[in-house]
């Protein structure tokens, strides 16, 4: 088994900051990509930016600039710095691996955590 938890959501005003953390736990061999998708009310999710193994990342482009993902792979944990935020950026953030390895040689795909919600208001 495998499982993402999510931490660090709350309510935050506009222009403030908040840091969302993921780790990854059960009897982990390896995790390729690691990202973070969004949702907010009424709306599909949505990418938000998504690291590789090797720390290359990609961006939703009206994130970048504001958005930093991170990760400790050591640790299994890939983290979401959010700068500048924008009540707009109100939504579930979720974690989520496409691939995970696990000890044995099993693999599990399209593993996604439970959501952290990120409200941004005054």
């Known amino acids: 088994q495998v499982q993402l938890v999510e931490s660090g959501g709350g309510l935050v005003q506009p222009g403030g900051s908040l840091r969302l953390s993921c780790v990854a736990s059960?009897?982990?061999?390896?995790?390729?990509?690691m990202g973070w998708y969004r949702q907010a009310p009424g709306k599909e999710r949505e990418l938000v930016a998504i690291i590789t193994l090797g720390g290359s990342t990609n961006y939703a482009a009206s994130l970048k600039g504001r958005f930093t993902i991170s990760r400790d792979n050591a640790k299994n944990t890939v983290h979401l710095q959010m700068n500048s935020l924008k009540p707009e950026d109100t939504a579930v953030y979720y974690c989520?691996?496409?691939?995970?390895?696990?000890?044995?040689?099993?693999?599990?795909?399209?593993?996604w955590g439970q959501g952290t919600l990120v409200t941004v208001s005054s």
């Open positions: 989520n691996a496409p691939r995970v390895v696990v000890t044995g040689g099993i693999e599990y795909r399209e593993v």
């Open positions: 059960g009897s982990i061999f390896s995790i390729n990509a």
